[in-house]
Nanobody, 109 residues
Framework: QVKLEESGGGLVQTGGSLRLSCTAS????????MGWYRQQELVASVTNGG?????DSVKGRFTISRGGAKTIDLQMNSLKPEDTGVYLC?????????WGRGTLVTVSS
């Protein structure tokens, strides 16, 4: 089955940076969208064609990138305390949603 594995969370001070990664395994199709969510809100997503979408609160600070059909990274800069939360990796393909277990990001003030 499809599995998503996240890595890269941790504790950082305000203004610091973190990089999250997510790798998908299993039956992955070439046409899909992968992204990150926090508290059920979109943080950032990227299609297989490279079209990106960001939540309003992270525009200009976060950058999402893809390493092929199965891997995404999220570079998070200028982190704020309100960025704190569990970041869940998401894969959308063939009309279905798949979720990772999440990685915790904590930004201290």
């Amino acid at each position: 089955q499809v599995k998503l594995e996240e890595s890269g969370g941790g504790l950082v001070q305000t203004g610091g940076s973190l990089r999250l990664s997510c790798t998908a395994s299993g039956p992955i199709v070439s046409i899909n969208t992968m992204g990150w969510y926090r508290q059920q809100e979109l943080v950032a997503s990227v299609t297989n064609g490279g079209v990106v979408n960001y939540g309003d609160s992270v525009k200009g600070r976060f950058t999402i990138s893809r390493g092929g059909a199965k891997t995404i990274d999220l570079q998070m800069n200028s982190l704020k305390p309100e960025d704190t939360g569990v970041y869940l990796c998401n894969l959308k393909q063939s009309g279905l949603d798949y979720w990772g277990r999440g990685t915790l990001v904590t930004v201290s003030s």
